[in-house]
């Protein structure tokens, strides 16, 4: 199973977007995989369903700060907007309510998560885009030799 195959293999097993992805690549990071669980998990919905950046983007920004940890900022920063850049250009935005109400989806922004239902499954983007996700983090790892 790839890794964009395991991120949304999570996703679909109830995790949130970003814990989805961040997790894909726990096994090729130092942190055990409850720690990655427990400070990922915020990040679904566009962080606490405010609909702000999308969770998967923000799991590959968390690996990235994890398998990059000596880059200066400047230079971790611009890795991190090349990874945006290259989610936005494939899916039209890093804005969870966006990517959602492109969808047809309404951008909730209750505190209230939704149960995972097959109907939840069935109307959401999501697990294309934590599988894009991955997807591109994988890539950018290879190419800077990280994978």
Same mark, same amino acid.
């Given at each position: ?9 999570? $996703?679909? /097993? /109830? ?9 894909? $690549? ?8 409850? %720690?990655? #669980? ?19 983007? !923000? ?7 994890? $398998? $990059? ?5 400047? *230079? ?13 250009? &494939?899916?039209? !935005? ?9 969808? /047809? ?11 995972? %239902?097959? *109907?939840?499954? &069935? #109307? &959401? ?12 983090? *994988? %890539?950018?790892? #290879? ?5």
């Amino acid at each position: 199973m790839t890794r964009a195959e395991q991120a949304k293999q999570n $996703f679909l /097993g /109830g995790y949130t977007c970003a814990q989805a992805v961040l997790l894909a $690549f726990a096994d090729a990071l130092a942190d055990d995989a409850e %720690t990655l #669980k427990k400070i990922s998990r915020p990040f679904g919905g566009g962080m606490g369903r405010l609909r702000l950046t999308c969770g998967g983007v !923000s799991g590959g920004v968390m690996a990235l700060g994890l $398998f $990059f940890p000596d880059l200066s900022k400047s *230079e971790l920063y611009a890795l991190v907007q090349e990874y945006a850049r290259r989610y936005a250009a &494939r899916f039209g !935005s890093c804005i969870c309510g966006e990517l959602l109400s492109g969808a /047809g989806v309404q951008a909730d922004c209750s505190p209230q998560a939704e149960a995972r %239902t097959p *109907e939840y499954y &069935r #109307k &959401r983007p999501c697990p294309e885009l934590v599988y894009g996700a991955a997807e591109i983090l *994988e %890539t950018l790892l #290879k190419e800077r030799g990280k994978l």
